[in-house]
């Protein structure tokens, strides 16, 4: 009943922030002392995180659990992971901090084969994992800049803001639960996702959620939808800031890119991702990593030409801000990894 009225007492699915645990202006820090419990003693709560299928994204994974340490959580790092992931990659992300899990991987029935979306329904294995009590899930392709631990505070669903009524899945508290699985597994043949993937499955399913605020979850395009958050963008960008809780690389990441500077710059559909203070800043987490983990992102050949290519279709249409000019420095360009 605790939860129930708890669920029900805050702001749902609309402009309002969940309060009281934020305000709503943009420069206020919040004082985490003043409700977070206690994180001496382990807890029925753990971050959660998801690879299948490739290993595509086990640079962000490893990525991912090195901020999630440095602010010094107490709570579990959980991986979901499938068999193929090789052996010496799940060494990898041990080290890294990973607590592995092994999963069959969930087919999405609307997905066209080998698409990028055909398995991404294999998200719902985190209501599986009932030996929590809440998960905070976290996509691969953020770093945590501050800690999240408030989070555990708040119910199912809790998210932040994609657009003005749906919610972006890239972090979450959700909480296990065997009924809600079936429940997805029963409903993801008739569930029509508007994005073909499983965000649009769980806002479809999610109608009643809880708004936290866009730093807690940063995504690189906020800034380019109004003027306000333009100016936002400035603010917190500008600099290397403590107002961001975790920055989310959509678009082509950082991993992908040469270090010199955020290559979303080169092509004109992915320009909106662009940030090359968020791009140093993910750099600088990848800077302070072991060297073993390190070369898990490396660069492929496929993946240099990829990039020279881009630089010279940029170059080509002469597009205004000259990142194609940048002299290339990264060493990754000439030591590839297979």
Not at 98 to 127: D, G, Q
Not at 216 to 234: G, P
Not at 262 to 276: I, L, M, P
């Amino acid at each position: 009943m605790g939860r129930l009225d708890q669920k029900v007492s805050l702001p749902v699915g609309s402009c309002n922030l969940a309060l009281p645990l934020w305000g709503k202006g943009i420069h206020e820090v919040y004082d985490l002392s003043n409700i977070q419990r206690s994180t001496k003693t382990a807890k029925r709560e753990a971050y959660a995180a998801v690879l299948h299928s490739t290993e595509a994204y086990v640079c962000g994974a490893i990525t991912l659990a090195q901020s999630l340490l440095q602010t010094r959580t107490k709570r579990d790092l959980i991986l979901l992971i499938d068999k193929f992931i090789s052996n010496s990659t799940r060494d990898a992300l041990v080290e890294a901090g990973w607590k592995l899990r092994l999963i069959k991987r969930i087919r999405n029935p609307r997905a066209e084969k080998n698409s990028y979306n055909e398995y991404n329904y294999s998200k719902f294995r985190l209501w599986q994992l009932t030996d929590y009590d809440k998960i905070i899930f976290i996509d691969s392709d953020i770093i945590v800049l501050r800690n999240l631990d408030l989070l555990f505070h708040f119910p199912q669903m809790t998210a932040t803001g994609n657009d003005v009524s749906i919610f972006n899945s890239g972090i979450m508290v959700i909480e296990p639960s065997n009924c809600t699985f079936r429940v997805f597994m029963d409903r993801r043949k008739d569930v029509i996702s508007y994005n073909g993937g499983d965000q649009g499955f769980l806002n479809e399913v999610f109608v009643w959620w809880h708004r936290l605020p866009r730093r807690v979850n940063f995504l690189k395009n906020f800034w380019a939808n109004t003027t306000l958050e333009r100016s936002v963008k400035n603010h917190l960008f500008g600099a290397d800031p403590p107002k961001v809780y975790s920055i989310h690389y959509l678009g082509l990441k950082p991993w992908l890119c040469y270090r010199d500077y955020d290559c979303n710059w080169d092509k004109e559909d992915q320009r909106v991702y662009a940030s090359d203070v968020a791009h140093r800043r993910w750099w600088k987490l990848h800077d302070a990593m072991d060297a073993r983990l390190q070369r898990f992102c490396g660069l492929t050949k496929r993946r240099r030409i990829e990039l020279d290519w881009d630089r010279k279709m940029a170059r080509k249409m002469g597009l205004p801000d000259e990142h194609w000019r940048i002299n290339i420095t990264d060493p990754r360009r000439s030591h590839l990894i297979d």
